[in-house]
């Protein structure tokens, strides 16, 4: 059972950067691949990125590429989210999640979690 803790949110204004953390707990964590999924009010959930098991592959979503970087550190049992250039339409609360046993980065989707974090608040505003 993996189980996700994400710190890190909080108000940035329009072309400033926050970087989010996820520190998940259980023995499968370096076997798993990693992501981030964001929900804006009124919106369904969806997928940000996505790290594969030894951190070598990263998948963006075309609305973040270039502008964000997902990370993680397997001695350290840390995932991260390095956000740049946010813009307003970046507001939402950011999850961190862990993928179902065998699920690659490439293919991580919504249907494919195992494990989700609580949630981190991050707003873009002037």
């Known amino acids: 059972q993996v189980q996700l803790v994400e710190s890190g949110g909080g108000l940035v204004q329009p072309g400033g950067s926050l970087r989010l953390s996820c520190a998940p707990s259980?023995?499968?964590?370096?076997?798993?691949?990693m992501g981030w999924f964001r929900q804006a009010p009124g919106k369904e959930r969806e997928f940000v990125a996505a790290?594969?098991?030894?951190?070598?592959?990263?998948y963006y979503a075309d609305s973040v590429k270039d502008r964000f970087t997902i990370s993680r550190d397997n001695n350290k049992n840390w995932v991260y989210l390095q956000m740049n250039s946010l813009k307003a339409e970046d507001t939402a609360v950011y999850y961190c999640?862990?993928?179902?046993?065998?699920?690659?980065?490439?293919?991580?989707?919504?249907?494919?979690?195992?494990?989700w974090g609580q949630g981190t608040q991050v707003t873009v505003s002037s």
């Open positions: 999640a862990a993928a179902i046993q065998g699920v690659g980065a490439a293919t991580f989707s919504l249907d494919r979690v195992d494990a």
């Open positions: 259980g023995r499968t964590f370096s076997t798993r691949a």
């Open positions: 790290v594969s098991r030894s951190g070598v592959s990263a």
